[in-house]
């Protein structure tokens, strides 16, 4: 009599280790924490959404952690559930997607899939299922050892964003929207290619809608427009506020102003 066949566990490995953060789990950890102990400032309540951007730690990770700090509180020992959305840099596509394995893998360890959050917004016809746009991609998996090093126990549903209406990310935000127990965490860059003058102008612009919730940012003012957009529609909906933590440009990292990316992080709160 054959033995019982065990399901097939599927895990979507690291591909940014070693390009966009430390690729050994000792030296990543160690850089987690250095860019976290450069925030000083204690959160003064939990957000239930944050804004980060994606470029390699060198660059945006002191903005970064900017966010990620706020977590560091006992408030989010109950986070179990997050929901990450970032753009589709490689793989072009209208709608979103998530992909189909059972963990997301880091140096840091493996995180479980949001399995349900993944069936809901299937089942809603809000988001398919495609490796393709996950395999490679940066902007997703560069915040996951930042969660790994502020939360607990926590499970993960990645959704890359192509083109796609801010209603149609909305909706799929609030579909999966939760309480306490949920974190949104949002990614996307500020303006590229400027002199780092110009890019402090435009970035500030860019800002301004952000703080004001509009859901009409271009792509040329952020790199994850969409994904934003869907944010700051749901914010509307849901009356949260959205405050502003930190704003650079790599030339404030590099010294290089002559052709910059711009980076900024938000926390959004509930009311009370």
């Not at 395999?135 to 560069?142: N, R």
């Not at 003012?221 to 934003?228: E, I, L, S, T, Y």
Request: proline fraction near 7%.
């Amino acid at each position: 009599m054959l033995a019982p066949t065990k399901e097939r566990v599927s895990v979507r490995p690291a591909s940014a280790a070693g390009l966009y953060y430390p690729k050994d789990a000792e030296g990543l950890r160690h850089a987690l924490r250095t860019l976290l102990a450069s925030n000083k400032t204690p959160a003064a309540r939990l957000p239930k959404a944050i804004v980060v951007p994606h470029a390699g730690y060198a660059y945006s990770g002191e903005v970064a952690a900017s966010a990620f700090h706020t977590l560091e509180s006992p408030a989010a020992d109950a986070i179990r559930h997050v929901i990450l959305l970032g753009p589709s840099h490689r793989v072009p596509m209208r709608g979103m997607a998530m992909p189909s394995s059972d963990f997301f893998a880091t140096p840091c360890g493996e995180v479980p899939i949001f399995e349900a959050a993944r069936q809901r917004l299937r089942e809603l016809g809000l988001a398919g299922v495609a490796d393709a746009p996950h395999a490679l991609e940066h902007s997703l998996e560069v915040q996951v050892p930042f969660l790994q090093a502020v939360l607990h126990d926590f499970d993960l549903l990645p959704v890359a964003v192509g083109i796609a209406p801010p209603e149609q990310v909305a909706r799929a935000l609030e579909a999966v929207w939760g309480g306490p127990e949920t974190l949104i965490v949002v990614t996307t860059d500020l303006s590229h290619h400027h002199t780092h003058a110009e890019a402090v102008e435009l970035d500030q612009q860019t800002v301004r809608l952000i703080v004001a919730r509009r859901s009409d940012i271009s792509d040329t003012q952020a790199c994850g427009a969409g994904a934003v957009n869907g944010l700051m529609e749901a914010a509307r909906h849901k009356g949260l506020e959205v405050r502003l933590l930190d704003r650079r440009t790599s030339g404030d990292t590099t010294g290089d102003e002559s052709r910059v990316v711009g980076y900024g992080s938000f926390a959004l709160f509930e009311a009370g």
